[in-house]
C-alpha cells in the first residue's frame, strides 16, 4: 500500500510569508505528526494529530500550527517565514496515538531567502 | 522528556567489515525506532524495537530495555550502506519521538 505522501517536496519561499505543508498517511493510519530537521538543532518533534485535534506539540513558537481533517489527511503551516526556518519537513503516520511504529515520508524542504 | 545519546558520531570502515552502533535512552521507553536517512532525507525504518532482539539480513538490532541501551550491528558492510543513523524513542506520555543526533557512516571501497 502507499506511504505517507508529502507535498510539495521542495519549495522557496521569502522571509515574511507564509507556508503551508500538505501530509497524507498511510491508509488506515489516524495518527500523524510532524517534525522539523535543521543542522543545528537536528530532527525535532513539531506536533502530533488524532482524530481532528492536537494531542501534544514540541517546543516551537505559535507561527508553527497544524490541522487534521477528517480523511486524517494533515497540513502544517509555517507564518510570518524567518530564516531559521529552512528545513527539511517530515511527516510521520502510525495507526493511533502511541500505537507503535512511525512510518515517514520523503519531506518538504523549504529553503527561505 | 526522554534523552537519547548515539555513539559514535562519525565512523569509517572499509568494504566488509562489521560495525556496532549505539543508542543510549535514558528513561523508560515504550517505542525505540533505528531509521537510515537516505541522500534525500527519506528516514526509512530499519527496526521497531522497544525491546529484545531482530535480524533483517546483515541487520541485526538489541535493545536492553533495562538498561536502556540500544544497539544495530551492521555485518559485512556495503558502500550502500553509507549514510547517517538514527535511533529515536519516544516515553510513555504523549510526546513524539525524540532523536539522538545520529551515526554518520561511511563505508569505503
Known amino acids: 500500500k502507499a506511504g505517507v505522501t508529502q507535498t510539495p517536496r521542495y519549495l522557496i519561499k521569502t522571509r515574511g510569508q507564509q507556508v503551508t505543508l500538505s501530509c497524507s498517511p498511510i491508509s488506515g493510519h489516524r495518527s500523524v505528526s510532524w517534525y522539523q530537521q535543521t543542522p543545528g538543532q537536528g530532527l525535532q518533534f513539531l506536533f502530533e494529530y488524532f482524530s481532528e485535534t492536537q494531542r501534544n506539540k514540541g517546543n516551537f513558537p505559535g507561527r508553527f500550527s497544524g490541522r487534521q481533517f477528517s480523511n486524517s489527511r494533515s497540513e502544517m503551516n509555517v507564518s510570518t517565514l524567518e530564516l531559521g526556518d529552512s528545513a527539511l519537513y517530515l511527516c510521520?503516520?502510525?495507526?493511533?496515538?502511541?500505537?507503535?511504529?512511525?512510518?515517514f515520508g520523503e519531506g518538504s524542504r523549504l529553503t527561505v531567502l | 522528556g526522554i534523552q537519547v545519546e548515539q555513539s559514535p558520531p562519525d565512523l569509517i570502515l572499509q568494504e566488509g567489515a562489521n560495525s556496532t552502533l549505539r543508542c543510549n535512552f535514558s528513561?523508560?521507553?515504550?517505542?525505540l525506532q533505528w531509521f537510515h536517512q537516505n541522500p534525500w532525507g527519506q528516514l526509512i525504518n530499519l527496526f521497531y524495537?522497544?525491546?529484545g532482539t531482530k535480524q533483517n539480513g546483515r541487520l541485526s538490532a538489541t535493545t536492553v530495555a533495562t538498561e536502556r541501551y540500544s544497539l544495530l550491528y551492521i555485518s559485512s558492510s556495503q558502500t550502500t550502506d553509507s549514510g547517517v543513523y538514527f535511533c529515536?524513542?519516544?516515553?510513555?506520555?504523549?510526546?513524539?519521538?525524540?532523536f539522538g543526533k545520529g551515526t554518520h557512516l561511511i563505508i569505503q571501497p
Open positions: 529515536a524513542s519516544r516515553g510513555g506520555g504523549a510526546d513524539g519521538l525524540t
Open positions: 524495537i522497544p525491546s
Open positions: 510521520a503516520s502510525e495507526p493511533g496515538p502511541n500505537t507503535g511504529e512511525l512510518f
Open positions: 528513561d523508560s521507553v515504550n517505542n
